[in-house]
């Protein structure tokens, strides 16, 4: 098993910036993919940005690249993700999220943390 622990989040103003942080334990030598996902209210959760951990290759989904930023610390099992040129629809719930090698689709979930951006 995995568990994954999200911190930082909160409040910003559209144009600032915030960090959030993952921090994975457990059997986290099996974990192959991780990610952020979001979900704004009324909507449908979406893909923001996952890591690969054999290489540190990102991939980001378009409404974020350029702005965000995901980053790996290997001693840590943490993953970390920089947020700038913040927008009121980046307001979200953001969830950070794990897959094994092998197993097409996250298993292991955090609990999410909110970010509100205000105009």
């Known amino acids: 098993q995995v568990q994954l622990v999200e911190s930082g989040g909160g409040l910003a103003q559209a144009g600032g910036s915030l960090r959030l942080s993952c921090a994975a334990s457990g059997r986290t030598s099996t974990l192959f993919y991780m990610a952020w996902f979001r979900q704004a209210p009324g909507k449908e959760r979406e893909f923001v940005v996952a890591i690969r951990s054999s290489d540190d290759t990102a991939l980001y989904a378009d409404s974020v690249k350029g702005r965000f930023t995901i980053s790996r610390d290997n001693a840590k099992n943490a993953v970390s993700l920089q947020m700038n040129s913040l927008k009121p629809e980046d307001t979200a719930v953001y969830y950070c999220?794990?897959?094994?090698?092998?197993?097409?689709?996250?298993?292991?979930w955090g609990q999410g943390t909110q970010v509100t951006v205000s105009s």
């Open positions: 999220a794990a897959q094994r090698l092998g197993v097409p689709r996250y298993e292991y």
